[in-house]
């Protein structure tokens, strides 16, 4: 039987009850929005396949419970989790200020080397806002993570955000692949091997362009 | 003397004749005329003497004549003078007769022209009176001096040239008189045409007030007059709604109209001007379902128009009959009735529904007040319940859609007692256990089981504004609102509830959904309790409401088990097998792995579902596993597949069966979800266990070891197994067991394509 992707990669959603995850996922995969909040009870994920320097590319993305008391649930998917968006909400300085507890969070029950993005999610309600652009490449800097802000209501960086980490991902498989040949067809997921942490310097660049 | 004179005195005379013949012939001559001179000397003689005698007398005679003669001429003097004397003394006497005669004929005239005079006078006052009337409009009056002039007066009064004037002046004044009453008429009708709303409007609240009329406020009303000095009903006011209306240009009308003998005309022309001005009312002058107040100037001008009319019919003088008024009066209502029908049927606002409600209610009772008869209203009233009923529903869909919208679908969590509190209050729940625990409590429910359950006791609250005053019984109106009530739940909340779930619900709110309907149900018992609580008549509780939303449970549950499908469907495209690996991995593909664990964690979190709804989830999600697998073993676009490959798939085939084996849910048969593996599982024994000799044996018998196994399926698989075999030793040689192998398999394939074909044909 023909595949159907060339990669499988599996990506999590984190961050606080009501930053938008949901709404991230809903507008990757469907491309549309709705304004009501439902909080995610538990886990779920969407498919979607992309295309990705002519490779079929198939994102598992995870979403997750921002609430505590799912906890116990989300955590275990850390582990198979090739992919990490960390998601805050500009409008709430309190769910920029957690980002660094899942930060811990991933550290203790993620793969050493998951790759990592901050997304500073509902950029669109400037009048709100309150954690600024600045403080949030400046967390992200801290912790050499690549970081964007998003609005999923009108569809800025979304899609940007998730290519981005794909990108990455893919990268640093087929460096992985290289390294150890005969390479395992698409079984991302059994990556380990301890990976340099990537040079900051390539993602800065590349955030400028926003 | 000759003979011819002879012969011609011959002729005349015979004696004288012959004697004159014989003288002549004879001789004699000298003798006869000597004789003859004789004879004429006597004669002289004679006359001489005779005149001497008369001579003396005669002269006598002549002096005696002239003597007369001169008295004659005395006597003519004396005669003249008398004359003269009397002509004189006569002259005066004359003149004076002639001027007393004539004074005489002035005196006589003036006598007649006075007595003439003296019968004109009242004619003519009567007329100027009659003037005057007809001025001042007082026309009744003024026909009866008319009549008086027409009949009394003008004929005792001679032949004048004024008084046919007048005569023929006469039918033009009565003519006018009749268009100035007509004229009047009109006027009347037209005021009474503005009146007639005020007039109803007066009826309905004092029908109104009569119906809200208790001891109390009977009490209160006196008490009110009395602290503001009023005593008793002397107010100003008319107190009969007609006597807003004066009638007296119509009675004058009448009035004028009998005397001028066209008293029937008259009562034709007012019914057929009043039947008009009655099609006119009937017509609403704007849209009646815009707003209450048209509603009710419309009802008021028709009730006013015939509260009107019946007045009439007692104090009209025959100006409206019965059978008229009736006759009218049920054209109108029918009209009536199929106005409002119209319109209301267009009402979508409930308020003005009800408010329109209450103003036909009056309007009945105050027809029935002036005994008129209602009959199609009432069937209105119920049609317009019917309506009613709809609108009202059509309202709370929004309302429930809103709800359901704008509902997160998650228990509804209490952070201290006073919120917990306010659940208690607006939901009958059995809060015993929950009492116990520490805040946050959480209710097993979301928060649109409260929210709906609120609303439907608003929508029969709502609902029985509308059967208030419609004189039914508390028990008739309890089975209505019971009725209406299942029909908002069972028929309006479902449809929302479809309609909820024509768009993707994750799993958890489709859970919760189910959950929330269960709940509902049961306080549907509490609302028959309200109802009957409200309406004041017995409990009812043998209409079962079970299961009011049964369908709309089992849509939840079907969208559940179709979400569950999918996500399976969803992890199985992941899968990446490698068909023609050698060896297995050891451990169960990942997209499996992935895939219990997240369907594990689904049900776990589905533990609020009814049972039913679980094992029904976890059966289509299992079954919908060992499909798939199956599917893909029997995939014709995978050519070949290795022993390493089956291995794998058996492997992770027995992760699925641990995780069916396992109980995922409670209310399972021992073992019931492992058959959906069996017919899996019995191909991957039967190749995989190369037992092909037991198959070919037990093949068609009951209960065999590999009775799921179809020829077909065996020999499909077989042909991969072959295929991959045939490629990884393509370049080597064959050893004695492997021939012997390829040997048995190529006689087992002809073998089952042989029972294909038997079973084919």
């Known amino acids: 039987m023909a595949k159907t992707y060339d990669y499988l990669l599996k990506l999590l959603l984190i961050g606080d009850s009501g930053v938008g995850k ?12 709705n304004i009501s909040f439902i909080s995610t009870i538990g886990i779920d994920f969407k498919i979607r396949t992309i295309d990705l320097d002519g490779k079929k590319v198939k994102l598992q993305i995870w979403d997750t419970a921002g609430q505590e008391r799912f906890r116990t649930i989300t955590t275990a998917y850390y582990r198979g989790s090739m992919g990490i968006m960390l998601v805050y909400d500009v409008t709430n300085e309190k769910s920029f200020e957690n980002i660094k507890n899942w930060i811990r969070n991933i550290e203790e029950n993620a793969s050493a080397d998951v790759e990592k993005m901050i997304l500073g999610n509902k950029c669109d309600l400037d009048s709100k806002r309150q954690v600024s652009k600045e403080r949030g490449e400046q967390l992200a800097i801290e912790y050499q993570i690549k970081f964007v802000e998003t609005s999923a209501k009108d569809s800025l960086n979304v899609e940007y955000a998730f290519f981005t980490l794909a990108r990455d991902i893919k990268a640093k498989m087929e460096k992985k692949q290289e390294a150890s040949n005969p390479a395992p067809r698409s079984g991302a997921h059994q990556l380990r091997a301890n990976e340099q942490q990537r040079k900051p310097t390539s993602w800065l660049s590349r955030c400028s362009l926003l | 003397m000759t003979n011819a004179t002879i012969q011609e005195i011959e002729g005349i005379d015979d004696y004288w004749g012959p004697a004159f013949r014989s003288v002549y012939e004879g001789e004699g001559h000298e003798a006869f005329v000597q004789q003859l001179d004789e004879r004429i000397k006597q004669h002289d003689k004679e006359i001489e003497k005779l005149c001497n005698f008369h001579y003396q007398g005669f002269i006598d005679s002549i002096r005696e004549l002239l003597q007369v003669r001169s008295h004659a001429e005395e006597l003519h003097a004396e005669i003249s003078n008398v004359d003269a004397n009397v002509k004189e003394a006569t002259e005066s006497l004359c003149t004076g007769a002639d001027e007393l005669i004539r004074a005489r004929r002035v005196e006589l005239n003036i006598a007649a022209t006075i007595e003439k005079m003296e019968l004109c006078l009242p004619l ?59 004229a009047d008429l009109r006027d009347f009708l037209e005021n009474i ?60 009308c009448l009035h004028i109209h009998s005397v001028l ?61 019965k059978d008229w008024l009736l006759d009218t009066w049920s054209m109108a209502i029918t009209k009536v009735a199929s106005t409002l029908r119209t319109n209301t049927s267009l009402i979508t606002d409930p308020t ?76 009958p729940y059995d809060g015993e256990e929950l009492e116990m625990q520490p805040f946050p409590r959480k209710f097993p429910f979301s928060s649109i089981v409260p929210a709906v359950y609120v609303q439907v006791k608003e929508f029969i609250y709502a609902w029985l504004k509308y059967s208030a005053g419609l004189g039914l019984g508390g028990s ?67 209409q079962a409401a079970g299961s009011m939303f049964q369908a709309a449970r089992d849509d939840a549950e079907q969208q559940i088990c179709d979400k569950l499908e999918k996500k399976v469907d969803e992890f199985l495209d992941l899968e990446n097998y490698d068909w023609l690996l050698v060896e297995p991995t050891g451990q169960a593909s990942s997209f499996v792995a992935d895939m219990l664990s997240y369907l594990s964690g689904v049900l776990t979190s589905l533990e609020q579902l009814p049972e039913r709804a679980r094992v029904a989830a976890v059966r289509a999600a299992t079954n919908r596993i060992a499909t798939r697998l199956r599917n893909l073993l029997l995939d014709p676009a995978v050519k070949q597949i290795s022993s390493g490959a089956l291995h794998q798939l058996d492997l992770d085939v027995i992760q699925c069966e641990q995780f069916a084996a396992g109980e995922p849910v409670p209310g399972l048969k021992e073992g019931e979800l492992l058959e959906h593996f069996a017919s899996l599982r019995q191909l991957l024994d039967l190749v995989n266990g190369w037992e092909w000799s037991s198959y070919l044996h037990d093949i068609g018998k009951e209960g065999g070891k590999y009775a799921l196994v179809t020829p077909r399926d065996a020999a499909t698989l077989l042909e991969k197994l072959k295929e991959a075999e045939q490629k990884s030793s393509v370049f080597t040689v064959l050893k004695k067991n492997e021939r012997d192998r390829r040997k048995l398999l190529d006689t087992v394939l002809k073998q089952l394509k042989q029972l294909q074909n038997q079973d084919g044909s």
């Open chain 2, 193 to 252: 045409r503005k009146l007639s709303p005020q007039v109803g409007a007066m009826a309905l609240k004092q029908t109104q007030e009569m119906l809200g009329r208790s001891l109390a406020s009977i009490v209160k009303n006196k008490k009110d007059m009395a602290v503001l000095g009023i005593t008793g009903r002397d107010s100003a006011g008319p107190q009969c709604p007609h006597e807003l209306v004066d009638f007296s240009p119509l009675h004058r």
């Open chain 1, 22 to 33: 949901t709404s991230i996922l809903f507008r990757f995969s469907e491309d549309a929005f």
């Open chain 2, 124 to 182: 003519l006052t009567t007329y100027s009176k009659l003037k005057t009337q007809v001025e001042a409009k007082r026309y009744y009056p003024a026909l009866k001096t008319l009549e008086q002039l027409e009949h009394v007066l003008l004929p005792r009064v001679g032949p004048y040239k004024w008084c046919s004037q007048i005569s023929s002046d006469i039918p033009r004044l009565r003519q006018s008189i009749q268009d100035a009453s007509m």
């Open chain 2, 261 to 321: 003998g066209a008293k029937n005309d008259f009562i034709q022309y007012y019914r057929a001007q009043r039947k008009q001005q009655a099609r006119l009312v009937l017509i609403p002058s704007g849209n009646l379902h815009d707003s209450i107040q048209s509603v009710k100037n419309y009802l008021n001008a028709v009730l006013g128009f015939f509260i009107l009319e019946e007045y009439l019919l007692s104090a009209g003088a025959g100006l409206v009959s």
């Open chain 2, 352 to 427: 003005l529904m009800l408010s329109v409600k209450h103003q036909i209610v009056l309007f009945i009772n105050t027809l029935k007040c002036y005994g008129l008869p209602t009959e199609p209203l009432p069937l209105l009233l119920q049609e317009m319940a019917e309506h009613y009923t709809e609108v009202l529903m059509q309202r709370w869909v929004v309302v429930f859609r809103d709800i359901l919208d704008n509902a997160p679908f998650l228990p509804v969590e209490v952070e201290n007692q006073e919120q917990y509190d306010g659940v208690m209050d607006t939901f």
């Open chain 2, 476 to 542: 008739r109106r309890a089975a209505a609102a019971r009725h209406s009530a299942s029909l908002l739940l069972s028929r309006s909340f479902t449809g929302c509830l479809s309609a909820l779930f024509r768009r993707p619900i994750p799993l958890m709110q489709l859970t919760q959904i189910i959950v929330d309907t269960k709940y509902l149900e049961d306080a549907t018992l509490y609302l028959y309790e309200f109802i009957s609580n409200i309406t004041g008549s017995e409990l009812v509780t043998t």
